[in-house]
């Protein structure tokens, strides 16, 4: 595998980059001097958040039965308050504890004064009537009751949920609409994962920032990154004990190349796909992933950055001074503390996806994402095979029983992410060579000028539903399609 490969799959191990020391230096006070200078009194160094995570709400007997409601609520972010969006008044929305065989139920309030819906991306489940429906449109001020069946072979691992109504998608997660769901077996009250979902917006005057045409193009990046809804927070930890970071990519367009040197981490999934524990200095989730990565307390206070990634731009020196890179940030910081609490960290899921490589394929197929000159949103148009999405058009249908090689290619001076929704896609190719193992993802990031390939089992499931780039501004601007199953 070749090192592009590598991080089209999200995680390069260690010594792929450099190892080096970056734990971070705390500035500390030298050897006490005694003056008589009247010294002003020394500004207070701003404290780093404490660790918060949002609400968590598990099934009981099979069933988790939600009111969830979404409407603008004050956050306070980085000591200011802000007038977002939130599920049940709290950004990010409440984490969703589910076992396979569960039954979500979920009874969806829309308190915003413009239309939306819920998907709960990754999740393998029914896409038809009020199950994971991207076509539903819950008018203001309107319930609508979502019935989730997982099914009994449900894989284990990390899944999110925001909103899906086309047109309006990044404007409601960039306010602030998202929440984690988690399926496994785990009992929570012995091992509990730590949820760290990463998220950007950018704030005016006490609200969420109005983006510009030209953002929206390139996909908007908040100025701002938080980890669950607060700014760097400080995660206590005792030194040499394992924590595990269930990390959800929740930005609208931001790639979050995050370096983990330091924390000893081993990745352990992407999304519903398992790897057996690999040492990594850092990973790269594209908007949509999400990772389950164990770290080890340092000894010395320890940063997880998100460092700029450049993911292209608009091509041919049009829109000039748009860029895709954002400034490094900090995610979160592990500060070593000896009484700080280690949940204790549960044993390592198996992958339990099947090696489509080894079964009889009933067809293949090139999808195109493309941008192109248009009378569009400020003169380029997001498109896949030549098309803007239409809810009423099928751009692919596919047999139930069938497994299907998908080649999706990327002819634009742009990185798209390509999100296939309740079919996961196992990963054969990437960028002309063959991928190692069975590397199983629902976001897949497609290079500018490259491709991907991947193999896809309609084994259930009849209905329509979408796949789109998760560049969320480039989806509503019309970069998606509908699939049908029959
Ligand atoms: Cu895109």
Known sequence: MTRRQVLALGVVG???????????????????????????????PPRAPGWHEPEVVESVAGVLDLDLELAPA????????????????????????????????????????????????????????????????????ETFDYEIALPDDHPAGVYWYHPHHHGMVTDQLFAGLYGTIVVDDEDWAEAAPRIVVVSDTTTASGTVAAVSQAERMLGR???????????????????????????????????LDLRLDGLGARVRGIDSGHVAEMAVDRVLLVPGNRADVVVTAANTPTGVTAVGY?????GMGMMSGGSTVAPDALVLTVVPDAAASAPSVAAATPETHPDLRDV???????????????????GMRFLIDGREFDAERVDQQVRIGTVEEWTIENTSPMDHPFHLHIWPMQVVRATGGEVDGVAVRDVVDVPAGGSVTVRIAFDRFPGRTVYHCHILDHEDLGMMGVIEAS
């Open 360 to 378: 009889a394929l009933h067809g293949t197929r090139t999808l195109t994402m493309q941008m192109g000159m248009g009378m569009g949103a400020g």
């Open 14 to 44: 260690v010594g792929a980059v450099a190892v080096g020391g970056t734990a971070l230096v705390v500035a500390g006070r030298g050897p006490e001097t005694t003056t008589d200078a009247p010294w002003p009194a020394a500004p207070t």
């Open 74 to 141: 004050d956050v306070v972010i980085d000591g200011t308050t802000v007038r977002m969006l939130a599920y049940n008044g709290t950004v990010p929305g409440p984490t969703l504890h589910l076992r396979p065989g569960d039954l979500l139920r979920v009874r969806l309030r829309n308190g915003l004064d413009e239309p939306t819906n819920l998907h709960t991306h990754g999740l393998v489940v029914s896409a038809a009537v009020n199950s994971d429906n991207p076509f539903l449109r819950i008018a203001p001020g």
């Open 221 to 255: 990046t908040g100025e701002t990154l938080l980890t669950n809804g607060v700014v760097a927070p400080e995660l206590a930890a005792p030194p040499g004990e394992d924590q595990r970071l269930l990390i959800v990519n929740a930005c609208a367009s931001r790639y």
């Open 310 to 314: 450049d993911r292209g731009g608009m």
